[in-house]
């Protein structure tokens, strides 16, 4: 039996697709590409927005043309969110909250049509952390996401997925370091934290935030590094940021979403801080490291979002020279306070305010990187890409080696050389990152 995989959203859809793998690989399925003909189609949704939706609908009718016999069973927030209307797909047939994903492969085995196969427990039920198992394998070679709590407890104005994922539940910590452990030997040497919310990590547990973690994991043997996928600054302070400085093997980067440069709407949106607290954070971080990378997320058109707010969010970005930033149009969320909100933005303000984003963002970022010529940044090679070879810095600088005027000529070289650390100087600015050179 050939099963296919096709994933939507975040770092922990990613995780929690790895994990759905290993099950099916161990009840003896084959694991193909999502564009392959397959019996079974997964389709791991996301519902941040109504565009995430709409791919998880799109990508299941392509999968009924590939195969029109193919069972075809749909999970995740959207799943999670809108069960009925996943369910009244054409195509559908088995519907799985978040909470139940472990339990996808039971679902399949015991389907039958014409019977109820709809299985997500309602938001109230969402009250433990439901383990996924020790996952040791990853579609990379080199990089490999370890999810360490679920749920959030902020409930942002304009986000659903607190009532997609529940409340804070964290994944023990012994977990954690066994899969650590194993993932390590296995030869991945970035071990990335992910989670809904990983700062609230431990919250549930009595922990002091993530430090206790991540502590532990500095701790373990081995040439390797650990990234955390984000912070949010809901949770965190200057602070909270100090307590990270003193574990070597973690990343100078950390992806601290801001949403917005505007006091008026950081607390519209419920953000719980304002963004003199946010560049304090980012002034702390640069007083350590001055070329410490930062990444944001933030969001154009939000309800009630004047000019002058979003002239707010252009002066952060201006001023904080993020390493990446990710601008998104307000996406309307039933169910969300924002909703609800008056003074609604028109979709084209908000796209010509994305777009403008981009663009300075694009300048920032390509001060960022002129920052970092001449430096020299440790890069944990991932993959060949044409003439280069490319990979991360540990201040999330996507970096590209020339094979030729590095010695590396040949594919067997190249594979020898993917999953190693190598010292590179970084000489100029090179399509989406900077191009460097061994030392």
Same mark, same amino acid.
């Given at each position: 039996m050939k099963v296919a995989f096709h994933t939507l959203g975040c770092k922990v859809n990613q995780y929690e697709t790895e994990a759905m793998k290993e099950s099916f690989r161990d009840h003896g399925y084959f694991v193909v590409d999502e564009n392959d003909f397959a019996d079974v189609y997964v389709i791991n949704t996301c519902t941040v927005t109504n565009l995430a939706d709409r791919k998880s609908?799109?990508?299941?009718?392509?999968?009924?043309? #590939?195969?029109?016999?193919?069972?075809?069973?749909?999970?995740?927030?959207?799943?999670?969110? +809108?069960?009925?209307?996943?369910?009244?797909?054409?195509?559908?047939?088995?519907?799985?909250?978040?909470? +139940? +994903?472990?339990?996808? $492969?039971?679902? #399949?085995?015991?389907?039958?049509?014409?019977?109820?196969?709809?299985?997500?427990?309602?938001?109230?039920?969402?009250? $433990?952390?439901?383990?996924?198992?020790?996952?040791t394998s990853m579609d990379s070679r080199t990089r490999a996401y370890i999810k360490i709590q679920e749920g959030c407890n902020r409930f942002c104005s304009y986000c659903i997925i607190p009532y997609a994922r529940g409340p804070v539940r964290s994944r023990p910590i012994e977990e954690i370091i066994e899969e650590a452990k194993l993932l390590i030997e296995r030869g991945f040497r970035e071990i990335v934290l992910t989670g809904i919310n990983t700062a609230l990590y431990g919250e549930d547990l009595g922990y002091e935030g993530i430090a206790p973690l991540i502590e532990k994991l500095d701790e373990l043997p081995g040439d390797f590094r650990i990234r955390l996928s984000s912070l949010e600054p809901t949770v965190i302070d200057t602070d909270y940021v100090k307590k990270l400085f003193k574990y070597p093997k973690l990343c100078h980067h950390l992806h601290l979403s801001i949403q917005s440069g505007s006091n008026k709407i950081l607390k519209s949106m419920n953000r719980r801080y304002d963004r003199d607290e946010y560049l304090a954070i980012v002034d702390t971080l640069r007083a350590f490291d001055p070329l410490y990378g930062i990444s944001t997320d933030i969001i154009c058109g939000f309800p009630g979002e004047t000019d002058e707010d979003f002239r707010d969010s252009v002066d952060v970005v201006e001023k904080v020279n993020f390493c990446k930033v990710h601008a998104f149009r307000y996406s309307q969320r039933t169910g969300t306070k924002?909703? *609800?909100?008056?003074?609604?933005?028109?979709?084209?303000?908000?796209?010509?305010?994305?777009?403008?984003?981009?663009?300075?963002?694009? *300048?920032?970022?390509?001060?960022?990187?002129?920052?970092?010529?001449?430096?020299?940044? +440790?890069?944990?090679?991932?993959?060949?890409?044409? *003439?280069?070879?490319?990979?991360?810095?540990?201040?999330? $600088?996507?970096?590209? $080696?020339?094979?030729?005027?590095?010695g590396i000529m040949d594919s067997i070289q190249t594979e020898k050389v993917i999953g190693e650390f190598v010292n590179v100087k970084l000489t100029e600015i090179y399509k989406d990152g900077m191009k460097g050179e061994p030392v």
């Open positions: 609908r799109q990508y299941i009718r392509r999968a009924k043309k #590939v195969n029109p016999d193919g069972l075809v069973a749909v999970t995740g927030c959207y799943a999670q969110i +809108k069960p009925d209307e996943v369910s009244s797909i054409e195509g559908v047939d088995i519907v799985v909250g978040t909470n +139940k +994903k472990h339990e996808l $492969i039971d679902y #399949v085995e015991s389907f039958s049509r014409g019977n109820s196969n709809c299985h997500v427990l309602d938001y109230d039920k969402l009250r $433990i952390y439901q383990s996924d198992g020790i996952v924002a909703a *609800e909100m008056e003074s609604q933005v028109d979709g084209k303000t908000s796209a010509q305010r994305a777009d403008t984003i981009a663009i300075i963002a694009a *300048e920032a970022e390509k001060k960022f990187f002129e920052k970092n010529i001449g430096t020299v940044a +440790k890069v944990l090679l991932e993959e060949a890409d044409g *003439e280069d070879i490319r990979g991360y810095s540990d201040n999330y $600088i996507r970096v590209y $080696i020339n094979l030729e005027e590095s």
